[in-house]
């Protein structure tokens, strides 16, 4: 039991303030507030640090960048291999599984010890790995470092322990897969070739043994040359000497004749018996021109050669086109008799694999389909019908389908929600599947004790969004939504509207926000739009209605280099209406024509739109002035109270979608009123606007980047004169704020060049994205960090308003970048700045303005500014310290109080700045539900502030015992489906308020309030302080949440130094901090999302999510919920092949490869010729409890399991010896006393 006493001051015990510090956190204006009467708060936090693991669960999508292929036909697993060091094993749905090599090298090649539950891999480092693949978390038994040579090709005959390797030199090495220690036979390349040979034969590219002869190897060289090696005489049996380069090669089952494929995209076959010359050449795609001669064609990279019982040999390749086929997509061609199919793919073939019935190759193979690994798909075509039809692909490997934007994680959903969106999105499946069952099907898995629903939610490029069902550590698809079906499309010569905003994804998902409780669905996309949706399971014939917001910042941001003075200028009373705003009377500007219209026009007529989503409302902020609107930053609503608000750099506006009207449309600053915080400078107003359009050349020419710099509107204004006055004016020093002016700029993934006006998700921070080594963004943000600034009343001095109709940023830039602050890191620690540590990060040369003025304070200015409140620890207090854009980072509706004197909550929207600052906006919402949907809601702002440091990124509220206050929420009720006149249909509202959700408790609730640097706990409504924390000083936090984990609550953050927290709820004890991975993408950093449940996923590539937990309980049931890769199964029997057919053929002769391999008869291999490496003993998924008395009992644990199944196994088999042999005594028995009287000649 731990008790919580309020003080005076809001302190803490836990966390002390900085005595130069902030105003009192429950001041409104940065002043300290009447001390409130001291009251005890009993809470029990039962959460420890030893709740609390990271563990990485399940990855999830398609192999990023895939180099290899593998099949286990007796097991059917497949394995992938990937240009990162990954290795993906899939068996039937369920049965996932990821493994990474610790080197990351890519893997050329993989290997199936065939039904032996084990994996070799052939990297690019030169190494060899053997994977156990019989434990639920495979690991690696065994490695072999080549030293002296690379390794080109690898292959392992089925049933033998002996892998042969081939290398660059042409040499080819036997290693022994027991052991994994290489053997002293060795295949030279010099004595493979004739001596008179005078050339180098090249890599070797093929290794196999003939079906025929397991003492005959066929050694395939790139040149050509093609050489049969008999491994007991120690000599080459035949050379073939070809012209051009071959591929691979593939035997006929009886070992008589094979197939090559080469370069000039021929076949070759060749006969056993002669082979001086092929005895068929032939050009699958190769047409014969006039003169004779077959026309040039790409090389066929890959041939499989499959024979069938009851029908003729299937031929299967990949490439071979013809040069003159320009624009023609990858293909694989299927020859089957006279036959010849062509299957077009979408990307480029990788490798592909034939599946047949039996792993031995001297037997008719009987080929059922074809595994085809593109580089950004996976598709299995059936080869027992004759149309070649494919099979649905179980797993989740169309994430990337469209690059992903966002996502979003939802754990403890209602039950009924997964059926419902799984039924209406089997309606709109694709059809033409192979009606066969998945061939891939190897492995067990069943579903664990402890499952909840889960949906994952990811946002595209193309403005699609999908659902998946994530229960139980699998994915599958259950919904798929477009939102560009809303939008009319753009026709080709209109750049009016969103042509020069984003050129090729103009529907790209930035943010979604999503009520499972009333299905109610909301999208942010790029082009600063809001589309809110409702579920039905009717189909509805409807119109959309079109709101338009002119959301602008008034204030003047650029200072012209011939202005020197402060022009004071206070606010138009006007502005605070919500209404939108006349357009600028500038209509000599070619840029008029585009004012007051938003990015993309939404459909004005009547659609039809499927059960499903159904989009109702449409939101989009307008041009003005010539200049795009800028993109949002924060998005909430509420299904109870019917509202929605946006935020972007600008301001803050709120929607009444039952009644279709805009609330609230308002800049930042007017937000506060008379209780801003911060006295704001003046600026005098711009004179001569400059037109300009596309984004910045790049250059690196600091000077000319300088210039360009300080014609943008959102740029620092510097200009020659400022250069030389780090000051700029007049003003002291003492009036300035340090602030960090950091390029932001999102992109989507493969961004080519800086054409590309598109950005991405803007409530995750990213510091840059660089294109060509440069920072391509000239744009940047004030950093939340800032001394607090002198108390400004109503009289004090005010920022200069600018013009109507005056937006921040440029044209052409507004859609590319997006502002958003970022904190950086003290001068005397880690590094100088977030710059400095972004550019070791990314190794981008970062110019800034900043380090130009480092030296122009004194060092006694530097440390007073480091020790007050919410100072920026970057070196810049040049002009850029003027910046006074703030914007909307985050914002929450919730049962709260509005002010100190409030008794009772009511609904209010928490709204949080870039500035660390924290608005409490009251509304006064009609209870009835005839009067909610005629009388207006008021929305009335206090001036109510709280104060952090950095940028506000998540609200949490606890009632006064400690537990977790959710939403009130609008039960879902389908729109569609007519109201019966007797019994009208009402809303449902279900509402956590905090004065219903305590009784013993008293009065008032705990808001939690993070931000990037620190997380701060308020009692409500008195706003007194009673717990801070400081997350970090040396990084900033990405992400964080408050979430449930093991029936209580805590505070979960993503640092970007790749630090996992933990804190607990309310007091801020750091239960957790793991060093879990380093940010060097950022695509992780914004993806990344925790949700219920001790669970998160971000995206680790651009094709894959990858799933984690931070639950010690979930760490240890983990192996329960994996599946299974090995699964005890009987090898099949080889056919028996008679003995006439046996003797005509040439019967195999035993071969033992232990006695030509092993040590007795060929000796030790050369030390220095590769070097053995032991594994780990199997124990992956156990190195994060490895070094303590968790890690051994965890292994204790996996043991005893696998010895009571071997011991369960051993009585299963002792009790049917048993039941036999008393059925054998009991026949017995019965014989004998049936034979007991019976003489002799009676038999």
Known sequence: MK??????????????????????????????????????????????????????????????????????????????????????????????????????????????????????TACADDTLHLWNLRQRRPAILHSLKFNRERITFCHLPFQSKWLYVGTERGNTHIVNIESFVLSGYVIMWNKAIELSTKTHPGPVVHLSDSPKDEGKLLIGFESGTIVMWDLRAKRADFRI?????????????????????????????????????????????????????????????????????????????????????????????????????????????????????????????EPYAVVVLLEKDFVVVDLTQSNFPIFENPYPMDIHESPVTCTAYFADCPPDIIPVLYSIGAKHKKTGYSHKEWPVSGG?????????????????????????????ITLQMLYKLKTSKVFEKPKSGDVGRSGELVEEDPYAV????????????????????????????????????????????????????????????????????????????????????????????????????????????????????????????????????????????????????????????????????????FQRLTRSPRKNRQSTSGLTELSDNQVSL????????????????????????????????????????YLLDNVKGPGRKLSLPTDLKTDLDHVNGHCTSPTSQPCPSGRARVPGGPEGPRLARRGPGRPPFRKAQSAACMEVSLPVSSLTEGYPSRRAMLQQLHGVSMYSHDEHHITTYSWSERESRENSFSRSRSSSVSSIDRETKEAVTTLQFMESYGRKTDTLPTPCLWVGTSLGLVLIIPMSIPTDEQERQEDPVTVAPTGTVLMLKGSILRFGFLDCGGALIHNPYEVWRDQQVPDDPDRPRKRKLVNFSPSSSQEASGDGHLAVVCSERQAKVFLMPSQACL??????????????????????????????????????????????????LPLTDMRIARTFCFTNGGQALYLCSPTEIQRITYSQEMCDNLQEMLGELFTPIETPEAQNRGFLKGFFSGNAQTFDREELFGEAAAGKASRSLAQHIPGQGGMEGMKAAAGGVVGELARARIALDERGQRLGELEERTALMMTSAETFSKHAHELMLKCKDKKWYQF
């Open 3 to 120: 008790k919580f006493r309020k003080v005076l001051d809001g302190l803490t015990t836990s966390s002390p303030v900085n005595p130069g510090g902030s105003p009192a956190c429950g001041s409104a204006a940065g002043t300290p507030s009447a001390a409130p009467t001291p009251r005890e708060i009993e809470i029990q936090e039962t959460l420890m640090s030893e709740h609390f693991q990271i563990c990485k669960t399940v990855r999830h999508g398609f192999p990023y960048q895939p180099t290899a292929l593998a099949f286990d036909p007796v097991q059917k697993i497949l394995a992938v291999g990937s240009r990162s060091g990954g290795v993906r094993l899939l068996g039937r749905p369920g049965v996932d599984c990821h493994c990474q090599h610790e080197s990351g090298a890519a893997v050329l090649q993989l290997q199936f010890l065939i039904n032996e539950g084990a994996l070799v």
């Open 510 to 677: 930035q943010m979604i926000s999503w009520c499972p409780q009333s299905r109610i669905f909301c999208v942010v996309g790029i082009s600063a739009h809001v589309i809110l949706y409702r579920f039905s399971k009717h189909d509805a014939n409807t119109t959309i209605t079109s709101l338009e917001v002119r959301l602008q910042c008034e204030m003047e941001d650029v200072i012209s280099p011939s202005d020197t003075e402060n022009t004071p200028c206070f606010s138009d009373p006007s502005g605070l209406s919500p209404q939108p705003q006349p357009p600028s009377p500038r209509s000599n500007t070619p840029d008029s024509a585009r004012d007051s219209i938003p990015c993309l026009k939404v459909k004005d007529r009547m659609i039809r739109m499927p059960p499903g989503y159904q989009a109702e409302l449409v939101v989009q902020l307008l041009w003005i002035d010539g200049e795009p609107p800028q993109q949002i930053t924060s998005l909430d609503l509420n299904s109870a109270y019917g509202l929605l608000a946006l935020g972007n750099c600008n301001g803050l506006a709120v929607v009444d979608y039952l009644q279709k009207t805009v609330l609230l449309c308002m800049n930042t600053l007017e937000l506060y009123g008379s209780a801003d915080p």
């Open 444 to 472: 067990t898995w069943t579903v664990g004790s402890q499952t909840y629903p889960e949906i994952i939610v990811t946002g595209h490029a193309d403005g699609s969004i999908k659902f998946w069902d994530a229960t139980a």
């Open 241 to 365: 000497y070809y012209d051009e380069a071959i591929h691979s090669v593939s035997w006929h089952h009886e070992g008589r004749q094979f197939m090559c494929s080469h370069s000039d995209g021929s076949l070759s076959m060749w006969n056993m018996r002669n082979t001086a010359k092929p005895f068929q050449v032939t050009f699958p795609h190769g047409k014969t021109q006039r003169d004779g001669r077959k026309e040039s064609c790409k090389p066929i990279l890959k041939v499989e050669y499959k024979t069938s019982r009851n029908s003729e040999a299937f031929v299967v390749f990949s490439g071979g086109l013809s040069y003159d086929k320009a624009g023609r997509r990858p293909t694989l061609t299927i020859m089957h008799g006279k036959a010849i199919t062509v299957l077009e793919m979408d990307y480029p073939i990788v490798d592909f694999l034939v599946l047949c019935d039996t792993p031995y190759l001297n037997e008719v193979q």
């Open 1027 to 1076: 717990y801070v924390h400081n997350i970090t000083e040396s990084s900033f936090v990405l992400r964080a949440d408050v979430v449930s984990v093991c029936n209580s609550v805590c505070l979960a953050c993503f640092c970007a130094n790749g630090h996992i927290m933990t804190l607990s709820l309310p007091s801020l004890r750091p239960l957790l901090d793991v060093a879990y």
């Open 706 to 745: 300088d210039l360009e710099r300080s014609k943008s509107p959102t740029s620092a204004p510097y200009s020659p004169s400022l250069h030389n006055d780090p000051r700029g004016t007049g003003e002291p020093v003492s009036n300035l704020r340090s602030c960090h002016y950091s390029p932001v700029f």
